[in-house]
């Protein structure tokens, strides 16, 4: 069993085309009940942040990334069952994605020197990259017309005038919108802050 992964920019954790979407938690739910078209999407969903944990985070090389990547999705597959909470889906993984790039790290270690990533650093990263997961979550969680509008302005950089002249709306209404909608994100972010990210062991 492989997992395709995106080749796109690894962090490229945009909101870009945001559509309605399942859960995590949706989505693991019928990965358990062996739903291939779950899984297919659940790797989708996650294959750019595993990558990036690898690559960003941990400064593998291309091909142990995608060695760790590819064991990540097999473990994964392997041990759905095993996790307890679907909601704790990202961070599990985060985990799992986590402790094997310290391993592949320190095999490679064995064989011929290589760079220590300092914890605090490899933490910074993934902070990063769990903010920008939150974010595009929060966006996806909006209404319609929200989503696009703010996907026009901050993700495509459209200007008011191809916005309004899209979606039908007069150009000087464009910024009160998107004012408004940024303001229904921040009182989503706020109402779904994630808790604090569970400690390494």
Not at 35 to 53: K, M, N, Q
Not at 144 to 154: G, S
Not at 160 to 178: K, N, V
Request: proline residues 4%.
């Amino acid at each position: 069993m492989e997992a395709a992964r995106d080749d796109g920019e690894a962090a490229a954790l945009g909101a870009t085309h945001l559509t309605a979407e399942a859960s995590d938690a949706q989505l693991v739910a019928r990965c358990r009940t062996g739903d291939e078209d779950a899984w297919r999407e659940l790797v989708d969903r996650f294959s750019r942040y595993v990558y990036a944990i690898c690559v960003q985070a941990f400064r593998l090389p291309e091909h142990d990334a995608e060695d760790v990547y590819q064991e990540v999705f097999a473990r994964v597959y392997e041990k759905l069952e095993t996790l307890r909470d679907d909601d704790a889906f990202r961070p599990w993984i985060a985990q799992l994605t986590r402790r094997l790039c310290i391993d592949r790290k320190r095999s490679g270690a064995r064989e011929e020197p290589a760079d220590e990533v300092p914890d605090a650093a490899a933490d910074d990263v993934l902070g990063d990259l769990d903010e920008a997961f939150d974010v595009h979550d929060a966006l996806a969680a909006l209404p319609d017309n929200c989503r696009e509008i703010l996907d026009r302005f901050f993700a495509r950089d459209e200007s008011y005038r191809t916005i309004g002249d899209a979606l039908e709306l007069p150009a000087g209404t464009i910024a009160s919108r998107i004012s408004r909608c940024l303001t229904k994100l921040r009182e989503h972010w706020e109402e779904t802050a994630p808790s604090p990210r569970p400690e390494s062991r």
